[in-house]
């Protein structure tokens, strides 16, 4: 392949979307510079029927990195119809949102953020909405989610969920204000996408201050990603940039108490760290329910975030969310 090969990226099984025809060629490594052609463009997607897929079903393919944003496209597009279908289970939804995520936020990684991407972040965060209108109660969602395997696109997709649930809680039903905090959410963490997976999987608690302040640099980062595309909301930019602070002042990147917080960023704070506590990764060994995790921020942590987003919080969990009618656009 010569130059072609500094062309390739890695992408999952997942991010090929079945029985539909390829919008670019598909390669398998066989060794460091030896790849083979597995599918190409124009060709019916076969790879299950192919008789060595076992080996390759765990394993990456590789792309031409300019067909990334056409893998991208038709995953969006082929999410969007399952999110149509009405006989589609939650389960099923919330699987193929959570690919589709990882689909896109690769394509970020890779080739950059631009208005496309928002888009396609945006029909993410709406179909969140959706799936939460159908089934407002939370602790089926957290189930559910548990069987995402990546950990960013998991804590991404959950905090997004849990964001829009105490905003809906709070009477927030608007489906603009909706829309900005699922998608705020969604992104809050854009600025981690870049950060090597080995020092994302090195727990905080061995962190250097080194590493601590490497680590703290991610919301800074992840406005300046944002940036590179005009028409971003004002309340996501706040949300990406504010996700780590509290209101007692005692966050980052600015300290800032709760006064001088956006009201979105109060929500996702929240929401970030309650997500953080109750799904099993690296930084979480502990897997904690979601009472125990509100006990947790009351007691342990001294409860540092919005008392009204915490006692909305707290009423999600005791009560669930009636459903509101939400048009997703």
């Not at 099984?13 to 060629?25: A, E, F, Q, S």
């Not at 019916?44 to 008789?51: G, I, T, V």
């Not at 705020?184 to 590493?211: N, S, W």
């Not at 990406?240 to 007692?248: A, G, K, L, M």
Request: glycine share 4%; hydrophobic share 40%.
């Amino acid at each position: 392949m010569g130059n072609d090969l500094n062309s390739l990226v890695p992408i999952t099984m997942d991010d090929i979307v079945p029985n539909v025809n390829l919008p670019g060629d598909v390669f398998f490594k066989l060794s460091e510079d030896n790849f083979v052609v597995i599918g190409r463009e124009g060709t019916r997607e076969q790879f299950r029927e192919l008789h060595f897929f076992d080996k390759i079903k765990n394993s990456n393919v590789y792309i031409k990195k300019p067909d990334l944003r056409k893998f991208s496209s038709l995953k969006v597009l082929s999410a969007s119809e399952v999110m149509k279908n009405d006989k589609a289970s939650v389960e099923t939804k919330v699987t193929t949102l959570s690919q589709t995520l990882n689909t896109v936020f690769t394509c970020i990684d890779q080739l950059g953020f631009n208005n496309e991407a928002l888009g396609n972040s945006k029909f993410i965060a709406n179909s969140i909405l959706k799936i939460i209108n159908d089934t407002p109660k939370l602790t089926t969602l957290m189930s559910i989610m548990n069987s995402i395997s990546e950990d960013l696109v998991r804590h991404s997709m959950a905090v997004s969920m849990v964001s829009a649930l105490i905003s809906q809680s709070k009477g927030w039903n608007n489906p603009s204000i909706l829309e900005k905090m699922a998608l705020g959410a969604i992104l809050h963490d854009i600025g981690l996408k870049e950060y090597p997976k080995e020092f994302l999987a090195k727990p905080r608690v061995e962190y250097t201050a080194e590493d601590s302040e490497y680590y703290q640099k991610h919301a800074f980062r992840g406005i300046e990603i944002l940036r590179t595309v005009e028409n971003v909301p004002q309340e996501v930019m706040a949300i990406v940039y504010e996700h780590h602070e509290n209101s007692i002042g005692q966050g980052y990147p600015r300290a800032l108490r709760d006064v001088r917080l956006h009201p979105f960023s109060k929500v996702v704070a929240l929401a970030d760290t309650f997500c953080e506590l109750v799904f099993k990764d690296a930084q979480n060994p502990t897997v904690r329910s979601p009472e125990e995790a509100l006990s947790f921020i009351e007691h342990t942590l001294g409860q540092p975030f919005n008392k009204e987003c915490f006692v909305a919080l707290k009423n999600v969990l005791t009560f669930g969310i009636r459903k509101v009618s939400i048009k997703i656009v």
